[in-house]
Structure formats: structure tokens, C-alpha cells
């Protein structure tokens, strides 16, 4: 069934019912991402397949064990496609001895980190 209903929400403390229902179609509310279990989407894979094909020069692996081929091979080759390979997670993962450079925190403080970094370069 598709059902074009979207919203967004500051956080899901106010939610009484889980999965939470649609009110257009009855059926139930979902995050916009990709669950365990399910296929990528068809055009995701098609711009993933086309980013390959060109080329790339940077690749970051962020808060992901990188446990799916179509994570791990961009950045397990990244030396064959001549690009950085950089891991952000706190933990060992399948694609940590690929990385060029490690950042062993997680995701949100090493983001909040790189972006303070990035706007601190640009003053
Ligand atoms: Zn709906």
C-alpha cells in the first residue's frame, strides 16, 4: 500500500500507540528509514551503483558495524578507487582494518566535533 502522509515530530515521547497510526490511510506510521529485514530502495542502489562508477575520493563509515556488502565494499575498497577511508564508531568493526583514519567515539560527538571544526575554518 502507498500512502503519501508524512509529518515529523521533535521526539517520540508523546506517542501513546506504537507503531503509531495513519491518519490518511488507517495503516501505521513508519520512520523514513530502511529497517532490518528490508531492501534498500531501487533508486538508492542505483545512485550508490553510480557514485561507484565514477569514482569517488572520500568514503566515511559512521556509526554502522558496516555488516551489509553494499556498506562495506565502498569503503573496504577505497584504496582500489584511490580514496580516504574514514571510520567514526567507538567499537571494532568488518571494515576497521580498511580505514585510513579511525575516530573511536560516536556518531553524534564526533559529528558535533567535525562540524565545530568545519565552522571554526571558515571564520
Ligand atoms: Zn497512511
Redesign the pocket.
Known sequence: MH?D?RTTVDDYAGLTTLPPP?P??L?YLRPAVVLFGEALPRAALTRLQAVLDQGYELVLSIGTTSTFPYIAHPFSYAHDYGALAVEINPGETHVSRFADIRWRLGAAAALEALWAALESSQA
Open positions: 500512502c502522509y495513519c490518511l490511510c495503516g
